[in-house]
């Protein structure tokens, strides 16, 4: 079909159900959507029913919310020059799963690496609060590049946790039904997904053997898809991981920076402008998350858009650990779940259970907020599931925004107008489990381009293990005593709840990267996330960190930083000092 006919068709179907409101255009590779609408669903629904499946078409959202005014992105309050002038070769923007794993591998090379987060650590969007599910694949269609990277990405976590010291189980995922008439075509949905989509450990349980495996999931279910290769992990502790491994190999990362501009030439980034001065980089990587598209726009390359999607999950107390030893949902004919991985429950690596997410299409991109109607939505959805969850056993919740494309796919591609910038953008779920595979395609795409202009070498020093701090609570007794015994620190337990030690803390105080709040210790060891939530432990820790950082206690933030922070080095490139620059 040619453009003119294309775009006459699209501005029927547009016609038809918001009349002369809103109209579509065809720029090139792009499909421009204007008008104005007084409904923020209406604007996603008009785009969405624009997108050209399986072509490099992408829609672009032009249509102006009625009456409304679109926030603007939080920036840091602090600014100072210390990046002016800074020429990495690779500038990283954003600190999620997607930022530090593309970070990490390319210190695999001698080069200058940048990384600016515009929050006070890393994984406080989207790569923070999620579930932590590491996918199998099982409901990806074929041919999209979450497909593609989510088969390679699952294979890859064994190996990628074992180096950076994370914890990961493979849990396996069990998708129930209750009416057994559906049996035939959940059996050749099995079928196809097994040998056409190549998620080859799909298998399809009975009632029988489904109860052997999960005892107290609802009787009502008849039988389950099950994928054993499907697990769980602290996707922050990883994303950190990540990062700290980036810094012990010769990166840098800034927190606290914000990218506020960019002044391009030729088709080409000449300079970013941030809160902390301005950069020259050869190449930028975009992995902003939901702001992805303002990069782009800054860069003179946006060809895509982003619709920010809520989902809210549920912890539950350890008690509830038993309810589900692995991850679990049930599909019935009633849900609509085409932009959704639908929610479920998960066994976290830390014991406790994840009840969630649902989806909410949001324009506000930072909107964290978590409404007692999605709570009440989640679990009346997920008793049917496990009628044994119980509301009473929430100990915390927490809200994140998705940054989907309006194709519902990740772009993971060159610059199609800036032609020194890479796109990792719309990387919602499964984006935790092809974190991995992506940060390799990044690193090759990276490279190939800087080696198009001078030699890269390998970074003979790359070493891809980090070591974290230890945990002694699951350490055998006589090791832990050993430590105890060699640092009496390690026998004053903090954090009663999660059984964390003065020891640990001070460990982490230590790490490559520190974000010295509450909430900094509180990601890398868990002192405040037990049944308590912090109401023993918060006075403690913050003792510790205002005798370790030489403060007054009053000084020591629940959140956010004290002082702008830069980690890694200053100088050099590939393997360079360690020096940490404060």
């Given at each position: 079909m040619g453009r003119k006919e294309l775009e006459k068709k699209l501005n029927k179907k547009l016609h038809k159900h918001y009349g002369t409101a809103v109209r579509a255009g065809i720029e090139e590779d792009i499909i421009r959507v204007t008008g104005t609408l007084s409904n923020w669903q209406d604007i996603v629904d008009a785009c969405s029913m624009c997108v050209q499946k399986g072509t490099k078409m992408h829609v672009v959202n032009d249509i102006v919310l009625e009456g409304v005014t679109m926030p603007r992105m939080r920036t840091p309050v602090q600014s100072d020059g210390a990046l002016e002038g800074r020429r990495p070769d690779v500038l990283i923007i954003g600190g999620g799963i997607s930022g530090a794993s593309i970070a990490r591998e390319l210190t695999k090379w001698k080069l200058d690496i940048l990384l600016v987060e515009k929050e006070a650590d890393l994984a406080v969007q989207a790569s923070g609060r999620n579930d932590g599910e590491v996918h199998p694949g099982v409901d990806l269609g074929r041919g999209t590049r979450k497909q593609y990277y989510v088969l390679r990405g699952n294979k890859m976590y064994g190996k990628i946790c074992r180096e950076l010291d994370v914890p990961f189980e493979r849990c396996g995922q069990y998708v129930g039904f209750t009416h057994w008439w559906m049996y035939p075509a959940v059996l050749a949905y099995v079928w196809h997904r097994k040998h056409i989509c190549k998620v080859t450990d799909t298998v399809l349980l009975s009632r029988k053997e489904l109860r052997r495996k999960e005892k107290e999931l609802n009787p009502d279910i008849c039988f389950a898809i099950y994928n054993p290769s499907a697990g769980c992990v602290c996707p922050y502790g990883l994303t950190i991981a990540y990062g700290e491994n980036a810094v012990e190999n010769g990166a840098e990362i800034s927190l606290d920076t914000a990218v506020l501009g960019m002044e391009t030439e030729d088709g080409m980034i000449k300079s970013v402008r941030t809160n902390r001065g301005r950069i020259y980089p050869s190449i930028v990587v975009n992995a902003a998350g939901t702001f992805a598209e303002d990069i782009a726009a800054m860069a003179g390359d946006r060809f895509y858009s982003i619709h920010p999607r809520k989902g809210t999950n549920s912890i539950l107390d350890k008690k509830s650990g038993h309810i589900v030893r692995g991850i679990a949902s049930v599909k019935t004919l009633r849900q609509k779940t085409a932009h959704t991985k639908g929610g479920g429950i998960l066994h976290t690596v830390h014991g406790n259970l994840l009840v969630g997410p649902n989806a909410?299409?949001?324009?506000?991109?930072?909107?964290?907020?978590?409404?007692?109607?999605?709570?009440?939505?989640?679990?009346?959805?997920?008793?049917?599931?496990?009628?044994?969850?119980d509301k009473k056993d929430i100990i915390t919740y927490f809200t994140g925004v998705r940054p989907a494309t309006f194709e519902e796919d990740f772009i993971i591609e060159k610059g199609r107008r800036a032609k020194n910038l890479i796109h990792c953008a719309g990387i919602q779920s499964p984006g935790l489990t092809t974190a991995p595979a992506v940060a390799l395609d990044v690193e090759e795409m990276a490279v190939t381009e800087l080696r198009s202009k001078r030699t890269i070498l390998r970074n003979e020093n790359f070493n891809p293990v980090r070591r974290g701090v230890p945990v002694l609570k699951n350490m055998p007794k006589e090791e832990r005593d050993k430590m105890i015994q060699e640092n009496p620190d390690y026998g004053i337990i903090v954090c009663r709840c999660e059984e964390i030690s003065k020891g640990e803390i001070v460990d982490a105080l230590k790490a490559p990267i520190v974000v010295p709040t509450l909430d900094g210790i509180k990601k890398r060891l868990r002192p405040g996330m037990g049944r308590c939530q912090g109401g023993f432990c918060m006075p403690l820790v913050v003792d510790i960190i205002s005798e370790y950082m030489h403060i007054p206690p009053g000084e020591v933030k629940k959140a956010g930083a004290g002082s702008v922070i830069t980690y890694g080095r200053t100088k050099g490139k590939g393997g360079g000092s360690d020096e940490e620059c404060i």
């Amino acid at each position: 079909m040619g453009r003119k006919e294309l775009e006459k068709k699209l501005n029927k179907k547009l016609h038809k159900h918001y009349g002369t409101a809103v109209r579509a255009g065809i720029e090139e590779d792009i499909i421009r959507v204007t008008g104005t609408l007084s409904n923020w669903q209406d604007i996603v629904d008009a785009c969405s029913m624009c997108v050209q499946k399986g072509t490099k078409m992408h829609v672009v959202n032009d249509i102006v919310l009625e009456g409304v005014t679109m926030p603007r992105m939080r920036t840091p309050v602090q600014s100072d020059g210390a990046l002016e002038g800074r020429r990495p070769d690779v500038l990283i923007i954003g600190g999620g799963i997607s930022g530090a794993s593309i970070a990490r591998e390319l210190t695999k090379w001698k080069l200058d690496i940048l990384l600016v987060e515009k929050e006070a650590d890393l994984a406080v969007q989207a790569s923070g609060r999620n579930d932590g599910e590491v996918h199998p694949g099982v409901d990806l269609g074929r041919g999209t590049r979450k497909q593609y990277y989510v088969l390679r990405g699952n294979k890859m976590y064994g190996k990628i946790c074992r180096e950076l010291d994370v914890p990961f189980e493979r849990c396996g995922q069990y998708v129930g039904f209750t009416h057994w008439w559906m049996y035939p075509a959940v059996l050749a949905y099995v079928w196809h997904r097994k040998h056409i989509c190549k998620v080859t450990d799909t298998v399809l349980l009975s009632r029988k053997e489904l109860r052997r495996k999960e005892k107290e999931l609802n009787p009502d279910i008849c039988f389950a898809i099950y994928n054993p290769s499907a697990g769980c992990v602290c996707p922050y502790g990883l994303t950190i991981a990540y990062g700290e491994n980036a810094v012990e190999n010769g990166a840098e990362i800034s927190l606290d920076t914000a990218v506020l501009g960019m002044e391009t030439e030729d088709g080409m980034i000449k300079s970013v402008r941030t809160n902390r001065g301005r950069i020259y980089p050869s190449i930028v990587v975009n992995a902003a998350g939901t702001f992805a598209e303002d990069i782009a726009a800054m860069a003179g390359d946006r060809f895509y858009s982003i619709h920010p999607r809520k989902g809210t999950n549920s912890i539950l107390d350890k008690k509830s650990g038993h309810i589900v030893r692995g991850i679990a949902s049930v599909k019935t004919l009633r849900q609509k779940t085409a932009h959704t991985k639908g929610g479920g429950i998960l066994h976290t690596v830390h014991g406790n259970l994840l009840v969630g997410p649902n989806a909410q299409e949001t324009y506000e991109k930072e909107n964290f907020a978590t409404m007692q109607e999605s709570i009440d939505a989640v679990f009346a959805k997920q008793k049917m599931t496990a009628e044994g969850l119980d509301k009473k056993d929430i100990i915390t919740y927490f809200t994140g925004v998705r940054p989907a494309t309006f194709e519902e796919d990740f772009i993971i591609e060159k610059g199609r107008r800036a032609k020194n910038l890479i796109h990792c953008a719309g990387i919602q779920s499964p984006g935790l489990t092809t974190a991995p595979a992506v940060a390799l395609d990044v690193e090759e795409m990276a490279v190939t381009e800087l080696r198009s202009k001078r030699t890269i070498l390998r970074n003979e020093n790359f070493n891809p293990v980090r070591r974290g701090v230890p945990v002694l609570k699951n350490m055998p007794k006589e090791e832990r005593d050993k430590m105890i015994q060699e640092n009496p620190d390690y026998g004053i337990i903090v954090c009663r709840c999660e059984e964390i030690s003065k020891g640990e803390i001070v460990d982490a105080l230590k790490a490559p990267i520190v974000v010295p709040t509450l909430d900094g210790i509180k990601k890398r060891l868990r002192p405040g996330m037990g049944r308590c939530q912090g109401g023993f432990c918060m006075p403690l820790v913050v003792d510790i960190i205002s005798e370790y950082m030489h403060i007054p206690p009053g000084e020591v933030k629940k959140a956010g930083a004290g002082s702008v922070i830069t980690y890694g080095r200053t100088k050099g490139k590939g393997g360079g000092s360690d020096e940490e620059c404060i």
